[in-house]
């Protein structure tokens, strides 16, 4: 049973009743008339190999109120890209593939560095905020919605249900956060758990009259992949190229937003995917890469807004993430115990001896010259400085998909 509890800064809307998906999807077909909705879709081809890719094509089938479904795909031979394209075959909602490693779209990465904006590595954020430039070139999505492609038991609930708060005109809000539980027969999301929250936390400690703080320690779930914009917003946010991406998105909505506008959305009783190595020994690898990227994002928003860490606050800092892991993973292993559930406390405590090098790296990049990360500009930016670019991606994709021209009919069921 789902608590009703708000605490701190940020609106939760959970999910208090079973039966009320059928109703929001109901409403959505009406109020996306006046708020179409775009769906983005990151995924590497080898999804395309993976049972959870056919049950969330299949769910997605039988929606009927997104306007459009844009299909971000990298490392897909030609072959590849005509394979993962039939999985949609049917739609009736228009789909698009953006392959971002075509090279007609490497050409467009090139051609804005050119103009001075550093594309970085390819990964799922520069996948992600280049869906967006297209969606929002096209000009035809009020919300633009994104979720990731290895869910298991994938339900069309939980778009819905992350749409509907952006959709509705009377709640306000402009960006939405997707949360749930992450359980098997034990506790998953490691770098939420035992890297995150006490990082944050212990930022909180050193720094306890800053905002910005207690609005990320408000969400349930920071790091999930799940998450809605209004298009306004979209247009005015940079993005992260690497796994900062949740970050730095939580970052600019409460920049620009305010958390008053910002809200999180109970989306699923449960959620599982593809588990990432912790990759203890190297460094550009795995849970350890990816808790750099994301202490680096977070401490150099806190250095943007005025909380420097000189060396021995740094040490400070350390110190105290180090406790508050440790108390967290007391509670996670009683929480563990009451549920019965398996609780590998050797491998919690190697967890956080490995975050607690990430931590440190993240701390070194933040003071060397190699900066906080990896961002992308906002696309107000983009296409103001070069205001061909919005036509040339939209002739790229058109060149290098024609999928959306393709007959179309309903999926059966």
């Known amino acids: 049973m789902a608590d009703f509890f708000q605490n701190g ?8 009743r079973r039966d009320a998906s ?5 409403s959505l077909e009406t109020l996306a008339s006046a708020a179409p909705i775009g769906l983005v879709l990151p995924a590497l081809y080898s999804e395309f190999e993976q049972p959870a890719m056919r049950g969330i094509v299949a769910e997605l089938g039988r929606q009927r109120y997104l306007k459009r479904i844009v299909v971000a795909l990298g490392r897909a031979n030609h072959g590849q890209f005509e394979h993962a394209r039939s999985f949609f075959s049917g739609f009736e909602t228009p789909v698009t593939f953006l392959q971002v490693d075509h090279p007609r ?7 804005l560095e050119r103009e001075g904006f550093p594309m970085h590595e390819p990964g ?3 996948s992600c ?8 070139a096209r000009g035809d999505c009020e919300i633009l919605a994104f979720h990731d492609c290895d869910i298991q038991e994938y339900r069309r609930s939980l778009l819905a249900r992350l749409c509907y708060p952006l959709a509705h005109p009377d709640l306000g809000f402009e960006y939405a956060k997707g949360y749930y539980a992450r359980v098997s027969n034990q506790l998953h999301g490691r770098v939420t758990r035992l890297m995150f929250s006490p990082l944050v936390r212990a930022l909180r400690e050193m720094a306890p009259r800053l905002g910005y703080l207690e609005y990320l320690d408000s969400f349930r779930y920071a790091l999930s992949g799940e998450f809605a914009m209004k298009a306004s917003f979209a247009r005015s946010c940079g993005m992260a190229a690497d796994w900062a991406l949740e970050i730095e998105m939580l970052s600019e909505a409460f920049d620009r937003c305010g958390s008053s506008r910002v809200c999180q959305v109970d989306i699923a009783d449960n959620y599982e995917h593809k588990h990432q190595r912790l ?5 550009a690898r795995g849970l350890r890469r990816m808790a750099t990227d994301i202490a680096k994002a977070l401490l150099s928003a806190v250095a943007r807004r005025g909380v ?6 740094f040490g400070d800092l350390e110190d105290r993430y180090r406790r508050l892991a440790g108390e967290a993973m007391r509670g996670y292993e009683a929480d563990a115990l009451v549920n019965g559930l398996e609780y590998d406390r050797h491998g919690e405590l190697q967890a956080i001896r490995t975050f607690s090098l990430s931590l440190r790296e993240a701390g070194a990049a933040v003071h060397s010259s190699s900066g906080g990360g990896a961002r992308l500009p906002a696309w107000d930016r983009v296409f103001g400085a070069a205001p061909r670019f919005r036509q040339s991606l939209l002739d790229a994709v058109a060149e290098t998909d024609v999928f959306g021209l393709l007959p179309l009919r309903r999926l059966a069921g």
Request: proline share 5%; glycine share 10%; aromatic share 8%.
């Open 308 to 313: 420097a860490l000189d060396a021995r606050r």
């Open 129 to 136: 905020w280049l869906a967006a430039g297209y969606l929002l």
């Open 279 to 283: 990759s203890a020994g190297d460094p």
């Open 9 to 16: 800064l940020v609106t939760t809307l959970h999910q208090l």
């Open 124 to 126: 799922k954020g520069r």
């Open 22 to 26: 059928p109703r929001i999807e109901d």
């Open 105 to 111: 779209v490497l050409g467009l990465f090139h051609s």
